[in-house]
T-cell receptor, first 111, second 116 residues
Framework: GENVEQHPSTLSVQEGDSAVIKCTYS??????FPWYKQELGKRPQLIID?????GEKKDQRIAVTLNKTAKHFSLHITETQPEDSAVYFCASITGGFKTIFGAGTRLFVKA | GAVVSQHPSRVICKSGTSVKIECRSLDFQATTMFWYRQFPKQSLMLMATSNEGSKATYEQGVEKDKFLINHASLTLSTLTVTSAHPEDSSFYICSAREPARGNEQFFGPGTRLTVL
């Protein structure tokens, strides 16, 4: 079945450093790849997304890259701040709008 | 725009009772809604896809007779956990898709269910 693998499960960085989270998906029909930030007990918040016809997208300190051939996509956060600390989920969505989430990455940004 | 609400936000019930959770799209019509379950420190697991006016599509391993889903209108989907047991305690989150916005899903705030 469809699967999304996400690494690492935990990431600790110093404030100001960059953080990179990587995901791999299995369903070649996936065409939309959102990234969510979730704080404890809250709903997931969309932070950036990328469609399958694009290789890279950037929004201020956040960027996402997609390699369709390898079925890899990555989240890059630069100049990290303590308020970036949260759990981040990647996801892939097929044409049928079914969303498969990665296992999540718990990011700690140390001041 | 694109606001999704859920009610209740928290519920505590006794084992064996049924609990209904509502998911509403407040400012758009949602042809498709999704129900997820999230256990502590785990990811969101899709339970079922709910389409207005038709039967829900359940993911493998999700019992349709235990988790009843009704999508009676374009703005409301309900999830009923029947004969709840402690192992059903979890964070239940719905999301809704607005066709005009493509693939993006809008999440409700979630419902924390605790079964004693």
């Amino acid at each position: 079945g469809e699967n999304v693998e996400q690494h690492p499960s935990t990431l600790s960085v110093q404030e100001g450093d960059s953080a990179v989270i990587k995901c791999t998906y299995s369903d070649s029909a996936s065409n939309y790849f959102p990234w969510y930030k979730q704080e404890l007990g809250k709903r997931p918040q969309l932070i950036i997304d990328i469609r399958s016809n694009v290789g890279e997208k950037k929004d201020q300190r956040i960027a996402v890259t997609l390699n369709k051939t390898a079925k890899h996509f990555s989240l890059h956060i630069t100049e990290t701040q303590p308020e970036d600390s949260a759990v981040y989920f990647c996801a892939s969505i097929t044409g049928g709008f079914k969303t498969i989430f990665g296992a999540g990455t718990r990011l700690f940004v140390k001041a | 725009g694109a606001v999704v609400s859920q009610h209740p936000s928290r519920v505590i019930c006794k084992s064996g009772t049924s609990v209904k959770i509502e998911c509403r799209s407040l400012d758009f019509q949602a042809t498709t809604m999704f129900w997820y379950r999230q256990f502590p420190k785990q990811s969101l697991m899709l339970m079922a896809t709910s389409n207005e006016g038709s039967k829900a599509t359940y993911e493998q391993g999700v019992e349709k007779d235990k988790f009843l889903i009704n999508h009676a209108s374009l703005t409301l989907s309900t999830l009923t956990v029947t004969s709840a047991h402690p192992e059903d305690s979890s964070f239940y989150i719905c999301s809704a898709r607005e066709p005009a916005r493509g693939n993006e899903q809008f999440f409700g705030p979630g419902t924390r269910l605790t079964v004693l």
